[in-house]
């Protein structure tokens, strides 16, 4: 079944800080993944994208990696801001039979930046 | 949000009553997208269009239906509104399946009482 799996569900940091987002996801076959960030009451919005060749990738604070191997995806942000208080999504797209991209959303991490 | 509009922006219904949800685009993209977003669950494909008059179903399309019948219009309806249809639902939009990216809308939060 494909999955894609984040921890923590949910984090406090102080402003400044540095943190690391994990995701974890069983899809196939693998197309691409993507982390997004959700602002409270808006859309995703996109960070970064990775397709199978590439292991990392900045985007600003935003730094994501990409281990293929063990299926694994990192998003590190780099001296936390408030405005980086939201939740982050991890998707995997897999490419279907009939070539139809079908994305699989994790739950997401929930960040909170604390003054 | 990529030019893209949701309408309405809050609704609340009653079981029993149809509802149906617009989402507008600018970017005359060829896919559009309706997903729901539920506490404890990632987003998840309802319905997706992938020109005029032209859809397919997603994971959770039962209770659903959803019309094109213009490139930049994408309807989305609960012909008798479930309190399980509660929810947020988001539109999103990309210029092909292949695209890099889907663009979100602002979505639009249900309320079936």
């Known amino acids: 079944k494909n999955q894609v799996e984040q921890s923590p569900q949910s984090l406090i940091i102080l402003e400044g800080k540095n943190c690391t987002l994990q995701?974890?996801?069983?899809?196939?076959?693998?197309?691409?993944l993507r982390w997004y960030k959700q602002d409270t009451g808006r859309g995703p919005v996109s960070l970064t994208i990775m397709t199978f060749s590439e292991n990392t990738k900045s985007n600003g604070r935003y730094t994501a990696t990409l281990d293929a191997d063990t299926k694994q995806s990192s998003l590190h942000i780099t001296a936390s801001q408030l405005s980086d208080s939201a939740s982050y999504i991890c998707?995997?797209?897999?490419?279907?039979?009939?070539?139809?991209?079908?994305?699989?959303f994790g739950t997401g991490t929930r960040l909170l930046v604390s003054p | 949000d990529a030019g893209i509009t949701q309408s309405p922006r809050h609704k609340v219904t009653e079981t029993g009553t149809p509802v149906t949800l617009r989402c507008h685009q600018t970017e005359n993209h060829r896919y559009m997208y309706w997903y729901r977003q539920d506490p404890g669950h990632g987003l998840r494909l309802i319905h997706y269009s992938y020109g005029v008059k032209d859809t397919d179903k997603g994971e959770v399309s039962d209770g659903y239906s959803v019309s094109r019948s213009k490139t930049e219009d994408f309807l989305l309806t609960l012909e008798s509104a479930t309190s399980s249809q509660t929810s947020v639902y988001f539109c999103?939009?990309?210029?092909?399946?292949?695209?890099?990216?889907?663009?979100f809308g602002p979505g639009t939060r249900l309320t079936v009482l």
């Open positions: 995701c974890n996801y069983t899809v196939s076959p693998f197309s691409n």
């Open positions: 998707v995997v797209s897999a490419r279907g039979n009939t070539g139809f991209q079908k994305l699989v």
């Open positions: 999103a939009i990309s210029p092909s399946d292949r695209a890099n990216e889907q663009f």
